[in-house]
């Protein structure tokens, strides 16, 4: 297996092949409770890259797995407006994956502080669900560590099963990628250990194509979507005068 620590695609495909060959099956979060065999909840809470995102859900498709992509409203490095995210969103539930809401509590506790944090959960999901033609069926929090909120750990909210609920929390070893590195158990610490039910939460943005630092990354994000922006602006002055401006 290659380095699981350089997040490329490559290291990617090897770990989802690791944990199938250990014996783990791939299963939605709706399944959480009653599943006895050997499992992984895998997550995808989808922070910058809807086109890393949907990279990973054709390596998973590939390796004929499922997992759960988590969708975020309020993202300053994407919108789910945009024509090419919206393309994007469209090819990982075409791989068959799961869709849920990443949900942020500081965002309504900040700018609409007489809500209760919580009341926007339903307009999200159905917003998810009219415009890409999927129900979600989970939900997990956007930086969970970082909330001046408590977390909510009821099994499901607004019909959404809660990928932070108590039950998970204490059923599940979790691990996570979050900053680009492998936090509470490594994953592979956990398989060597043989935990029968993992909850795996990972950020595409971190896996690409090739081995990079944390922060070329980002910045790949960033840019990658301005040089998009420039693109379209480029296109439609190509077609309106007939050159660039």
């Keep these: 297996m290659n380095n699981p620590f350089e997040f490329t695609e ?30 992984v909840l895998w997550r995808h809470d989808i922070d910058m890259s809807p086109h890393r995102a949907a990279r990973l859900s054709q390596i998973e498709a590939k390796e004929d797995v499922m997992s759960t992509y988590f969708l975020y409203l309020h993202s300053s490095f994407y919108n789910l407006f945009e024509e090419s995210v919206v393309s994007r969103i469209f090819d990982i539930i075409g791989n068959g994956h799961a ?33 890409f033609s999927i129900k979600p069926t989970a939900i997990s929090f956007h930086n969970p560590s970082l909330s001046t909120s ?18 998970i929390r204490k059923n599940y070893t979790y691990c996570s990628d979050s900053n680009g590195v492998w936090n509470h158990t490594p994953i592979d610490v956990a398989i060597s250990k043989r935990k029968p ?16 630092r944390r922060e070329e990354k980002v910045e790949r994000c960033i840019i990658g979507r301005c040089e998009n ?9 190509e077609e309106v005068y007939g050159k660039k401006h």
């Excluded at 490559?10 to 409770?33: E, K, Q």
């Excluded at 500081?106 to 009219?130: G, N, S």
């Excluded at 039910?197 to 990079?212: A, F, G, Q, S, Y």
Aim: charged residues 20%.
């Design 10 to 39: 490559v290291s990617y495909r090897d770990l989802i092949r690791l944990v199938l060959d250990s014996g783990y099956n791939f299963i939605p979060f709706t399944h959480a409770w009653g599943y006895d065999r050997p499992h």
């Design 99 to 131: 869709i849920g809401l990443h949900y942020d509590l500081e965002f309504y506790k900040k700018h609409f502080p007489l809500f209760d944090p919580l009341q926007m959960v339903d307009a999200e999901a159905t917003f998810i669900r009219d415009t």
């Design 150 to 167: 408590e977390i909510p750990n009821y099994q499901t909210i607004h019909g959404l099963t809660n990928a932070h609920s108590s039950f």
């Design 197 to 212: 039910k993992l909850h795996v939460l990972t950020h595409p943005e971190w896996w690409t194509d090739i081995p990079m």
């Design 229 to 237: 922006q420039r693109l379209l602006y480029n296109l439609i002055m």
